[in-house]
């Protein structure tokens, strides 16, 4: 009999779909575990029709969604591309799973937040989304809630970077090189997530026994790496790790105008998902190192 489990993870060119590609193969004893990692050609979330041809073809016993529309400014001038991708390939996908008796783990955001509060966020605190990003997003989590009430685990991240892909350390990286000085926003507060620390909880939490039981309750957990930063505090940090002579500014949100508002504070309160899956989770500027040695070894 086989009990080999398959796994697909979407959205596999991105920050996350990459990162959990490295641990696997760092990391993971994956005997007993056979990945399907799925790229935009195959398995298409803007295009209901390309969902269901691919799950008529292909059966899994867990779907890792890490696909998103995640460009928040431009998600204000594409509404309808943002919420079919966040959101109604989010509830197609919580059908088949529920069809299928597959486990769903989904990726979700700090952006259902206000970002008004002062303390870190809980799963239960109000959700109020300032734009179209939070508020797909937000949708998505509903439409998995009011599919699956078990067998899903809605996880929520913020300001995730990576060696892969465009994210604020590279910006800072190759801005930094190339001026003398930057202005970056102070007054927006949360914890910078390195995606392959988010990829491990993952795996783990695949891996866990709680997962692995017939049905467990769907539930709503937060991960970020440990630790609290401005995007101020964040780019002086990583032109100091990386000995890059560049004056950083700081200015006010309301300096820098832009399409979507940002939520001021999102730091995530991680208490349920580390006592859940008994996880330990880094302080952000220990894994900020670990990115800028891995992109030094890249270059």
């Not at 928040?72 to 109604?88: M, Y």
């Amino acid at each position: 009999m086989n009990n080999t489990k398959t796994i697909l993870v979407t959205g596999s060119t991105g920050q996350l779909g990459q990162s959990i590609k490295t641990v696997i193969a760092e990391d993971l004893d994956d005997a007993g575990y056979e990945f399907v990692f799925a790229h935009r050609e195959q398995l298409d979330l803007s295009n209901a029709t390309s969902i269901t041809n691919f799950f008529e073809h292909n059966t899994f016993d867990v779907i890792i969604n890490c696909a998103a529309h995640t460009a928040v400014d431009k998600a204000e001038s594409e509404p309808e591309l943002a919420n079919q991708i966040n959101h109604l390939a989010v509830q197609q996908l919580a059908e088949i799973a529920q069809r299928h008796n597959a486990k769903l783990i989904h990726i979700s955001t700090d952006y259902v937040f206000n970002g008004q509060q002062y303390r870190p966020y809980i799963e239960t605190d109000h959700v109020e989304p300032q734009g179209v990003y939070g508020l797909t997003k937000l949708n998505g989590e509903q439409a998995i809630q009011n599919t699956m009430d078990n067998n899903a685990i809605i996880i929520r991240t913020s300001w995730v970077y990576s060696e892969y892909g465009n994210n604020f350390v590279k910006t800072m990286l190759r801005l930094g090189k190339e001026r003398d000085s930057l202005n970056v926003i102070f007054d927006q507060v949360g914890t910078p997530t390195y995606a392959q620390d988010l990829a491990k909880a993952i795996m783990s939490i695949v891996q866990s026994p709680v997962f692995n039981q017939t049905q467990f309750q769907t539930n709503i957990m937060h991960f970020s790496n440990e630790g609290v930063a401005s995007w101020y505090d964040f780019a002086n940090t990583i032109f100091e790790l990386s000995h890059i002579e560049c004056q950083v500014t700081p200015i006010e949100t309301k300096d820098y105008p832009t399409p979507a508002t940002r939520p001021h504070y999102s730091v995530l309160n991680k208490t349920k998902i580390k006592d859940s899956f008994n996880l330990t989770i880094p302080y952000w500027k220990d894994s900020l190192k670990q990115c800028l040695l891995a992109l030094q070894d890249d270059a």
